[in-house]
């Protein structure tokens, strides 16, 4: 009897090992981006603050509020937007894609914004 060949991982196992390495390893700020055109995902930030993540069409966009109830009314103090996609791609990328982009944005919100601690009240510097 010889050896049997290992048969390599269809492409699909590759995408959700992909998906789960990301979540897993490389998510600091907890994005679970959820569905397709749009791909959303939002929540709470360390400091107190709601996000709100969503691809669709030709663009991503990155929204901050101060909070949950705050961003029903449409007031956002921090956005990034990027058109990096032809249509109709960006709402069609992948979760990975989308929580190593939200956190790409969440990251740029805390270096370009002085914060306010929300235990303490003391401002934060980026």
């Known amino acids: 009897m010889g ?27 907890n994005v679970d981006p959820r569905g397709n055109c749009p791909v959303q995902a939002e929540g709470n930030l360390p400091d107190g603050a709601w996000y709100y993540f969503r691809a669709r069409g030709t663009r991503w966009s990155l929204e901050v509020y101060e909070s949950e109830s705050e961003s029903n ?7 990034d937007i990027h058109t990096d996609y032809k249509w109709p791609e960006a709402g069609w990328i992948p979760r990975w894609k989308a929580v190593l982009l939200a956190t790409r944005s969440i990251n740029k919100y805390f270096r370009t914004k002085p914060h306010i601690h929300p235990i303490t009240g003391t401002k934060i510097k980026p």
């Open 73 to 79: 009314n449409g007031v956002a103090f921090f956005i």
């Open 3 to 29: 050896e049997q060949a290992v048969k390599p991982l269809p492409l699909l196992d590759w995408v959700v090992l992909l998906d789960w390495v990301v979540l897993k390893f490389f998510n600091p700020f």
